[in-house]
């Protein structure tokens, strides 16, 4: 069901003008982007920006992602209701949401402790309960709950961390920005065998950092 709060309206011209006329047709992403309270995951003093058509940032000098890149990227990952995922870069935990109303398990990873901990009390209280919040470098992936089906990556990387691609199921997507701490495009890995991928590159985007041990160091 749609909830309807303060924001519902303004969320609704989100989906259509920033999401469905930029081409994203799944039905499924398009009913989480009208579902997921995005005014929820931002600052308080931001949250009359929340639909706007741009990042925002949330503290530790991290960001919400714009809308659009969001529904991208989750329509590039082509989800089932029994898929398990793999987020990493939690920031806000609004991805995760999105994430959470396609798929059955969310594992969300995030380097910074204090975001963690705001994003898992958000999606508690959200009602979340498919969602697990874990710091620490998600370049290594989350082994222990390892194959995803899913895996997304919401922040910018140097190269494909191989730990990634690594915990992949067989027939599972993952979807990761790569290219320069300026820009990148993203890239899209599907895992057709023990040791066979494919890759296809879709649009470019500007994300912040992916630091860590496979990602910048500094
Ligand atoms: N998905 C987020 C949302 O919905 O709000 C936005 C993510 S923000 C653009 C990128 C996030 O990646 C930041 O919160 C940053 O701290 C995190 N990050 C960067 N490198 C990381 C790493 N190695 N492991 C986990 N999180 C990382």
């Not at 995030?110 to 901990?117: D, H, I, K, Q």
Request: aromatic letters at 6%.
């Amino acid at each position: 069901m749609i909830p309807t709060d303060g924001y519902s309206e303004v969320r609704e011209t989100m989906v259509r003008h920033q999401i469905e006329s930029r081409g994203i047709q799944d039905q499924r992403v398009l009913a989480a982007m009208r579902k997921v309270p995005r005014h929820e995951f931002v600052p308080v003093s931001k949250q009359r920006e929340a639909y706007e058509d741009r990042p925002l940032e949330i503290g530790s000098g991290q960001t919400i992602s714009q809308p659009y890149i969001v529904a991208k990227m989750t329509e590039l990952l082509a989800l089932t209701p029994d898929s398990r995922v793999l987020e990493v870069g939690t920031g806000s935990g609004y991805q995760a949401a999105v994430l959470a109303e396609l798929a059955s398990e969310v594992v969300s990873v995030e380097r910074f402790e204090e975001l963690a901990g705001v994003a898992q009390a958000r999606l508690e209280a959200l009602e979340y309960g498919n969602v697990t919040v874990v710091v620490g470098d998600g370049t290594l992936g989350c082994r222990e709950r390892a194959p995803y089906d899913g895996i997304l990556v919401t922040a910018a990387a140097p190269q494909l961390p191989e730990a990634l691609r690594s915990q992949l199921a067989i027939g599972g997507r993952l979807v990761c920005p790569v290219g320069s701490r300026d820009l990148q495009q993203l890239k899209i890995v599907v895992r057709k065998g023990e040791a066979e991928f494919d890759e296809h590159e879709s649009i470019r985007c500007m994300f912040v950092p992916l630091m860590g041990r496979e990602g910048w160091s500094g």
